[in-house]
């Protein structure tokens, strides 16, 4: 089959563009995979402690998640992976949910849509399934008292699918679905980055219709597979929106993994009979986004690496990548 041939696929929203997955594309449990560290957190938080019957958990909630949104990252068992434990500023992520008073985590991922998550203290879904927000919540980021509110372009399922990996429930892990387009200025808008203290108080997640009421508000933003499913114009302009929600509190964090690249430009994939273009920054062009173009020089510290590891047999080039308020 021709890549993206629309005779045999599925058409599938992949940020600002729809791609086709060969319909025969299915999951593969050859891939499955847990790290000592990962087996550690899913025995915890699932409860199971068996090696085979985790797995076997874990295969059932990748097949129920694969009929929702076919991607290529539930295929390779992708949210299984914790990437936010993996940056150097996990420790300060950690300790501001310990100390800092009202602290707001907001967790921005995608699902090949514009998927917009966000919470305080309890974490939301990330890649569909909450991992990385769930993690930083197991290492010590209150969860209480406020629920987690979630939002999606279209898919309520992810939620859902977040429960049953995790096998919890409405009750057990309090969550708000609302509908939301990241590119949408009535869902996030672009304004200037808080400069000063924040007046108005905290506002009731519960009831919030976007994300725009949390301008300045956010400690914490976590925006892991996200920022390359957009053009370079694109990232610049989220790069801008996620600015103005940070708060101006010293050390408040974003921070990320995407694909990288040494020089800046457009990484192709091929997966399941699709063909995926990324756009993909260098560090230094990664760098000079943040530290100028969305806020002024000197107003934060900026890291950005690239990484390249093997899998399947093709080279995968990320960039790990942290923007810290001084």
């Known amino acids: 089959m021709a890549l993206n041939d629309t005779t045999q696929s599925r058409e599938v929203p992949f940020g600002g563009k729809i791609i086709y997955v060969h319909e025969d594309a299915a ?7 847990l790290s000592p560290d990962e087996a550690t957190f899913f025995k915890a938080t699932t409860g199971i402690n068996d090696d085979e019957e985790l797995k ?60 917009l998550q966000y919470n305080t203290y309890l974490p939301s879904l990330h890649p569909i399934v909450a991992t990385d927000a769930r993690k930083v919540t197991a290492d010590g980021f209150p969860s209480t008292p406020f629920p987690t509110t979630v ?9 859902e699918l977040s429960h049953v ?36 108080p905290l506002p009731d997640l519960t009831s919030l219709t976007s994300l725009n009421a949390l301008h300045g508000h956010c400690s914490v933003i976590n925006a892991s597979a996200f920022f390359h499913l957009f053009d370079e114009e694109q990232q610049l302009h ?35 009979g699709a063909q995926y273009d990324l756009f993909s920054h260098s560090p230094e062009s990664w760098k000079e986004m943040w530290n100028g173009m969305v806020f002024e020089k000197g107003e934060v510290q900026v890291r950005a690496e690239r990484k390249e590891f093997m899998f399947a047999e093709h080279k995968i080039e990320h960039l790990y990548w942290s923007i810290t308020r001084l």
């Open 56 to 115: 076997a958990h874990i295969l059932m909630a990748q097949e129920k998640a694969y009929k929702v949104a076919p991607y290529p990252w539930i295929r390779w068992f992708g949210f299984l992976r914790m990437g936010i434990s993996k940056h150097s500023v996990y420790g300060d992520i950690v300790k501001i949910g310990r100390e800092r008073k009202d602290a707001v985590f907001l967790d921005i991922g995608c699902c090949c849509e514009h998927l």
């Open 238 to 272: 989220l790069a801008r929106a996620l600015a103005g929600l940070l708060s101006h509190e010293p050390g408040s964090i974003i921070c990320g993994i995407q694909t990288g690249k040494k020089e800046k430009g457009i990484t192709t994939r091929v997966s399941q």
């Open 27 to 33: 999951p593969d449990p050859s891939l499955y995979y």
């Open 151 to 159: 939002t999606d372009i279209m898919k309520s399922e992810f939620l």
């Open 165 to 200: 990996l995790f096998r919890t429930s409405k009750e057990t892990w309090p969550a708000h679905f609302i509908p939301g387009d990241a590119l949408d200025p009535e869902m996030l808008s672009v304004v200037p980055p808080a400069r000063g203290p924040k007046q108005e």
